[in-house]
């Protein structure tokens, strides 16, 4: 279990780094949200980031990937989130290509994963249906009808749900909301007849959408009833590479309020001089460093295979909210005045971290998971 | 029955036939009432109810009736405000000349400036705002740089405010100004009035992180300003100025709810989160944090409470209205996060379908709530302040 | 409900600080500690304080008390949490009495209460089994026999167990361990045959037994299987008398540890001029005020018979608790070396702290209860 | 197979073949090996498996095989660091001359002191402790005022240390001595080496809250030190202590539960609390509570090896050993509180009946641990370094 990059992932984060930094910063995501940009992010962006090879990184070279690991992923996701930079990444390369990948026949992957790895088509992954994350309660029901199956009922906070080219939807077939048997996973077009999306305005400026499902066809992916059993490995990547996000996003804000309280002065010192302030700082560092060691040892999960893959996922989850939540508070208040208003970015970071902590389960979802697989 | 609950039958018999029906709820943004030169309200009932209770000089209850105020006493005052909370009737007016100007104008004002201010303030017809910090200032209140020089009859401003509430809508300022450059930082500051009509008087809103601009800079000019606009002695505006800071720590450590949401972090755990078979919130852990936010915030109210009775008694060590400004915008605070990780992703809406208003509010308060840690003296300056006067810790 | 003591309970606070300063300081404690005094607390002065009328101040003037109220005896329960004075003061008055008061009949409120007044007798009250409060989980069984119940079962924790005179038990007369329904409640004498009484050693110094009944004769307090309704507020009784306890040895060390900051010279200057520390020190004060007032109101709730008794109990217990374990750790950090040190006296407040903890009830156990009573 | 794996080989072979099997559980206190003049073995399996160590230099696997120490390079003292922890091996030999004094003596003890002392110290001949703090002193430590007069053929030394652990049972102490005190308090300090049999010497245990008395305090009333006992250079002991410190820090924060008790907070809610239906911890706080630490204790294992990748990749910024003090104190500190919580009554015997061994040994060790975030530079101290020399924020 490498806790280090080796040098190859090293240069992938120096490339992300300086590639997010000029075309992708902070004031591009409040450039998407100035404009009400519907779709959400820059497409052209998009078609640059699959160009350098990100779409396809972890897909397998049969469908035109890099196979060249999670944990390479994962250094660019961290920049992504010091940059607050708005793509399909997350949905399509994470969430979407992993089920397809997961779960889909050969004939699946193949129609769907080259088109991924260029950049052509995105995808999405479509699970929650209430305010809080919680893929076992599922509802949506499929049917069967002929060759297919027609699915009704609805989703939310679908990252990236209304511009998606393909959806992967988590649907019940059998059983009752709360069981983890009787979910099966299907592949919906976009634009499937029945289908209504709507954008949701979210605090974070980041696009997420409301999937109403009128009867829409869709494709089973994997075994029927047994859609757990791909879902939950997909949502676990989903969450290490979330965190992955939000530790680049709590690594910068952290390096804003250490670099302003150098910096600002009152009383006639810099504000970096108070012992309070130092010692919550140095304690932030403190934590931020534990929470890299962590998320490393995710990825490591994910790219050997890991029987534990689950424990760490809740467990990078868990420790990654508490830290962005943390930090995130600290860095407004120890900006003070300015902290709080628009024209500073750490209230970008504030909304995304708070966005992000809901996104595929909070703290308390993920220590009771963590505590229930560790059988206590 | 004593004279207090005489006064209590009175005061109940009063607001249940005066207050309408419709001013017997909470009020959302748009239905408050502010004061002001070209006062405006948002429905009849809501005119003829800050009528009433200005006419009774109840807009300003513990005032003195010379001055438009209602002439009560302390406990007669909390009398009046229990029955309006039992009642559920709003605030008349709102302004920040009652909560913060007035107190201080009552106290250092002379008598011109009592007799021309305090009773436009009772009555609602001029709005005002603050100017205290300013750009480079934050904490250090005192490092002011905004200047007044002395031309004879009357002072020239030159300089900037920031975080002046409500600048832009406002009719006078208050301001603390640099009076003299060369002695001790706050020996060289004076408290000044300033008509915003004035030449040379600007302000621009300043977006904040929830969306609201409820804040300005505000710029000086070359702003004359009349000498009789000068409250207290000149270079002595330190006084009015930490007299003031005070009360305003009073108020936002009693600040509700800033953005007016009416769901309550109970009732939003209730519905969002939803419960098991045993009645229990269904996420152990949120109804961990809910269960503590609670406590916290009851614990608050009760101090409020406690604060009061000592008052009242002569009995405690009369500390806690040092500690409250601190405790109440951190447990605000909480109260918002907790409010949010309740409602999950419907309490991240921004705008537009797909949120209720008490969604929305939720999240433009949790945002707004963040401010409150820093505005009027820092929570840091704050336990500065425990840690030297209360605690009586060494510099 | 008032929230500050009246003229009367003033005094009676001075006149408590004063005597157990004076006769009952922390030293006593470690006195009886080093001689390993198998009472556990100091016989002669608990007659003293019984002639202060301490014993009977909260008992009806018809058995020989002051009826003064329980906001007065907490004032002197506070007082005595400063001196960590060990007395059977809440084992006999605050638990046993209060059982006896609310559950017995007028013979047995005769025959035991004068004699409670008097100082002549103690008492107690046994409830837990386990590690852990959990007050509905009882499995000792009484059965009847003639006239009278034979108990068998076992008791843990039982505060001044193998001294009281007489011992109200709480047991199981029907249902299943877990539930309220079906618990009885007993008078047992100290003395009674088949009744093994053993001193159990802990680390606050205070005496706690473990009691085994054996076929225990037990004469019913109260009604049979309806024990619950009195169990439940003599217990909220007792979690507020020690939340009292507790905030009294909060405020104690507290008060030492600002002493100590302003006194100890580190680097040429005082401790407590280091801000890390000042922001921690004032924090706590005012985490002290807060728990002050919910104190107070948990005493109006019983002097004045609020329905909302339950609340308050774990409100006020689940405050003082997570208080106390603050200040006791800032108390022993702050003091440095010395603080480590049996010399210093804060040590015993450190243990006694988590022993109040645990008895009646962790934080987690009153958060529980009181979201519960809450609705939620 | 590379030369490491081959290595690994040998190692877990030797193991087997070498380390009785009741050396292989974690040792109880009474069943550990110290050095000493008059070493004493709890068992004679303790003494064979000692001797084979020794024999071996793996005392102090990566010392130079000339001062008596195995000669393995990192790597190599790493696999065998892992392979004795896969098997469960005991450490063979305890003393702080091993984890403190050698390291030190090897970069700055002259060609003589090294021959004398570190082959005593590899064969456990000799029993060290150390004398840094003093009353006065705590985190100030450089403010120490324990003097070494200068007396031609030796010094004399007169004052007192403090927290001086095992000072009672050590045959050597190695001390911080002020040799000028007219200078800057950090450039009249020495590191000098004193016999415990020296005349003048005398200690006396200290009781902690734990009940242990582990710690000394160490009094020098005239004592004649050799001059050939200074380590370094006369009043530059500073840099040596400085090294020590860093070293000493390093050891705390690998520390693990002190006392020795062999149950796990998750053991212990297991048994102590009970699980319900679904085989969660009955009590959802306290479950809260323990994973909320487990999670903490396991991120910092995994930071401790990423830490030595680091190293050994020359990866990453290697900030991470000055934060391993702090953060490793802490944890353990909170383990022990997670645990006692676990245990609930059970975990707060003292002594005597109703308490087995695991029980009172979670008692003392959660008392002991109180010490580890104060003692070897608080973790107040510790945060002020990060704060410097990681963070870069002003003084």
């Known amino acids: 279990m490498p806790l280090v990059l080796n040098e190859e992932q090293r240069l992938l984060k120096d490339t992300a780094k300086e590639f997010l930094g000029s075309s992708a910063p902070v004031e591009a995501l409040r450039k998407l949200r100035d404009e009400k940009n519907e779709i959400g992010y820059d497409k052209a962006l998009w078609q640059q980031m699959a160009e350098l090879g990100w779409a396809g990184i972890v897909l397998p070279e049969d469908y035109d990937g890099l196979d060249f690991g999670f944990m390479g992923l994962g250094a660019i996701i961290e920049e992504s989130g010091r940059t607050l930079t708005a793509s399909p990444l997350f949905s399509t390369v994470v969430l979407g290509a992993s089920a397809i990948l997961l779960g889909g026949s050969d004939e699946q992957k193949q129609s769907l994963l080259p088109s991924v790895a260029s950049g052509e088509k995105t995808l999405t992954l479509a699970v929650d249906e209430y305010a809080h994350h919680n893929p076992a309660a599922i509802a949506l029901s499929a049917k069967a009808q002929g060759e297919n199956f027609v699915l009704t009922g609805k989703k939310v906070c679908v990252v990236d749900g209304h511009t998606a080219d393909h959806i992967v939807v988590a649907a019940r077939t059998s059983g009752t909301t709360g069981s983890t048997d009787g979910i099966s996973l299907f592949i919906v077009d976009g634009d499937a007849e029945g289908l209504t999306r709507t954008r949701r305005w979210m605090a974070d400026s980041r696009a997420v959408a409301e999937l109403n499902f009128d009867k829409v066809s869709g494709q089973l992916l994997g075994e029927l009833d047994k859609g757990w059993d791909i879902l939950d490995p997909v949502l676990d990547r989903g969450r290490i590479c979330l965190a992955a996000e939000m530790l680049g996003g709590t690594q910068e804000i952290f390096k804003r309020t250490v670099d302003y309280l150098k910096e600002r002065e009152q009383f006639g010192v810099k504000i970096g001089s108070f012992q309070a302030l130092k010692h919550r700082a140095a304690h932030m560092f403190t934590e931020i460093e534990l929470a890299k060691s962590v998320v490393l040892d995710a990825f490591t999960a994910i790219d050997e295979g890991r029987a534990d893959l689950g424990q760490m996922a809740s467990f990078a989850k868990a420790t990654v909210n508490d830290l962005y939540y943390l930090v995130s508070n600290e860095a407004v208040q120890m900006h003070g005045g300015i902290g709080v208003t628009d024209e500073l970015e750490i209230g970008f970071f504030l909304k995304r971290s708070r966005m992000a902590i809901q996104l595929l389960g909070d703290s308390g979802f993920h220590r009771d998971r963590y505590a229930s697989l560790s059988g206590y | ?395």
């Open chain 2, 1 to 395: 029955m004593d004279a207090l609950e005489t006064f209590r039958q009175e005061v109940r018999e009063w607001l249940e036939a005066n207050c309408p029906e419709s001013q017997r709820k909470p009020a959302s943004r748009e239905e408050q009432v502010w004061a002001g030169r070209n006062q405006t309200f948002p429905s009849a009932d809501a005119k003829l109810w800050f009528e009433r209770m200005r006419d009774k000089g109840w807009t300003v209850p513990d005032w003195p009736k010379e001055y438009g105020g209602g002439g009560l006493n302390d406990a007669e005052a909390k009398i009046l405000k229990d029955e309006m909370k039992r009642l559920g009737c709003r605030t008349p007016l709102l302004d920040i000349g009652i909560w913060m100007l007035g107190p201080a104008l009552l106290e250092y004002g002379n008598e011109a400036q009592k007799q021309e201010h305090i009773p436009k303030i009772a009555r609602g017809e001029i709005r005002w705002c603050q100017g205290y910090s300013e750009p480079g200032a934050g904490s250090d209140l005192a490092s002011l740089q905004c200047k007044a020089e002395d031309k004879g009859d009357h002072f020239l401003v030159n300089g900037t405010k920031i975080w002046t509430t409500n600048a832009d809508k406002s009719d006078w300022i208050f301001c603390l100004v640099r009076t003299d450059p060369n002695v001790k930082k706050q020996e060289g500051i004076s408290f000044l009035l300033i008509d915003m009509e004035s030449e040379g008087v600007s302000a621009s809103p300043i977006e904040l992180i929830s969306g609201e601009s409820e804040f300005c800079q505000t710029f000086f000019d070359n702003v004359k300003v009349p000498k009789e606009n000068l409250v207290g002695e000149l270079n002595k505006g330190w006084s009015v100025a930490k007299a003031l800071l005070k009360h305003e720590r009073k108020l936002m450590s009693e600040q509700e709810t800033p953005a007016g949401t009416q769901i309550t972090p109970v009732q939003a755990a209730l519905d969002y989160v939803g419960t098991d078979a045993n009645g229990k919130v269904a996420n152990a852990a949120l109804r961990d944090q809910l269960v503590r936010h609670e406590m916290k915030y009851r614990a608050l109210g009760l101090t409020h409470f406690r604060s009061f009775e000592e008052k009242m008694s002569g009995a405690g060590e009369g500390n806690i209205p040092m500690i409250m400004k601190y405790v109440g915008t951190e447990c605000t605070k909480e109260r918002e996060e907790t409010l949010i990780a309740m409602l999950g992703t419907q309490g991240l809406g921004w705008e537009g379908e797909g949120f209720n208003q008490d969604e929305t509010l939720a999240t433009r308060g949790w945002l707004f709530s963040k401010a409150l840690s820093i505005a009027g003296g820092s929570s840091e300056v704050q336990l500065n302040i425990i840690a030297k006067r209360v605690l009586g810790l060494p510099d």
